[in-house]
């Protein structure tokens, strides 16, 4: 009696467990290949991401069935963007002794920041829809899919924007810091999170717990300004 062993494949790439786990696994050994050789290049979720990919296509595993088997991972989602409040509540003391230069600077550099994003997409000649995609590239990915929709932009590239930018901000922002000799910790985190979110404060923490505070609150803060304003203003614009 032979053995089916194209059907076996298929029961193992279709139940819920191997999915979760081909996605842990593949972001751990990311993650140890990082600590191992310190390379910004080498970003964990950047070279998670490639080898997922890479094993999905390998596999010929249908990307939906994935999506739907790693429900349970994106479910994490949210409590794991609110755990990163953690160290902001553990700084709240320094966060109230420059609160008023705080917000002042995530009013003025989070608008430059969206508009010059939307004013390079326009210049090129992106379409409509690309454009409205853009605008909410440096906010957290289910803020950003809900905002590209109302302004009527693609939830999907929205999100794939959002990616990007999070892992080149992750990858390239404190050496771009340091090279423009931008050393204070409440700067790099605030520089981080208002243009890389999650990831970008994700990397803050790596750097040191003030970074990492404020890198918390800039996410959080551009999140509900980008949420709130961006809709309106195409709105008004429109």
């Known amino acids: 009696m ?4 194209q059907g ?7 139940h819920p467990l191997f999915s979760v786990g081909l996605t842990l696994a593949v972001y751990q ?10 390379l910004m290049l080498l970003q964990p979720l950047l070279v998670a991401v490639l080898l997922l990919v890479g094993t999905l296509v390998l596999l010929r595993m249908d990307y939906q069935l994935y999506k739907n088997n790693t429900q349970l991972l994106t ?14 509540y553990q700084n709240i003391k320094r966060v109230r002794q420059v609160l008023l230069p705080t917000l ?5 550099a989070g608008t430059f920041a969206t508009v010059l994003g939307v004013g390079i997409a326009w210049l090129m000649g ?6 409205m995609a853009l605008a909410p590239k440096s906010v957290t990915t289910p ?16 999100a794939v924007f959002v990616m990007i930018t999070g892992m080149l901000g992750a990858i390239f922002g404190v050496e771009l810091l340091r090279l423009f000799r931008v050393v204070h910790p409440a700067a790099v985190g605030m520089a981080l999170g208002m243009v890389a979110h999650a ?5 803050c923490l790596q750097e040191g717990e003030e970074q990492g505070a404020f890198a918390a609150l800039a996410m959080s803060m551009m999140g509900v300004i980008t949420a709130v304003a961006l809709p309106l203003v195409v709105a008004l614009l429109s």
């Open 8 to 14: 076996a494949l298929n029961v193992v790439l279709e």
């Open 75 to 88: 479910l994490l989602l949210g409590p794991a963007t609110v755990a990163l409040a953690v160290p902001l």
């Open 104 to 108: 002042i600077t995530l009013l003025v």
């Open 199 to 203: 990831i970008g404060t994700a990397r």
């Open 2 to 5: 032979s053995l089916d062993w």
């Open 29 to 38: 050994l990311a993650q140890a290949l990082y600590a191992r050789t310190k």
């Open 143 to 158: 803020i950003a899919m809900l905002v590209a929709e109302q302004i009527g932009g693609s939830a999907s590239l929205a």
């Open 126 to 131: 992106a379409e409509h829809m690309i454009v």
